[in-house]
């Protein structure tokens, strides 16, 4: 599965909505940043509120991006294939990193010849 995973890195990306006042956000960033780290996915972290967390300091403000993908409570975790616009929701509040894994093999469909 681990190769799998480092293989959809390369065309899935990963948005992670947070706000300040949300202590399952700050106990879920070290997650998704260890996550996306171990496997190479870039991730978009994007605050609901205008802060910032200390695993992400570049995160975006939110430019009404929770309101196009039905975000509606955090953390939010999504998969994003950007050439296919397609978002697949991995986490709606805390999981482990196991969970997230599961939650890819089980949502992501395999491409032609990749094997887990």
């Known amino acids: 599965m681990t190769n799998l995973i480092k293989e959809l890195a390369k065309t899935h990306g990963l948005f992670f909505f947070f706000k300040a006042n949300c202590s399952y956000c700050h106990a879920f960033a070290p997650i ?65 990193q196991d969970q997230i894994e599961e939650r890819i093999r089980t949502l992501i469909p395999l491409k032609q010849g990749a094997h887990p």
């Not at 695993?55 to 939110?62: G, K």
């Open 32 to 96: 998704v940043k260890s996550f996306a780290r171990t496997y190479g996915w870039q991730v978009l972290a994007i605050s609901l509120d205008g802060s910032q967390l200390k695993e992400f300091p570049q995160a975006i403000f939110d430019n009404g991006a929770a309101r196009t993908l039905g975000v509606t409570s955090v953390p939010t975790l999504l998969a994003v294939e950007p050439k296919a616009q397609i978002t697949i929701p991995l986490s709606f509040g805390m999981s482990s």
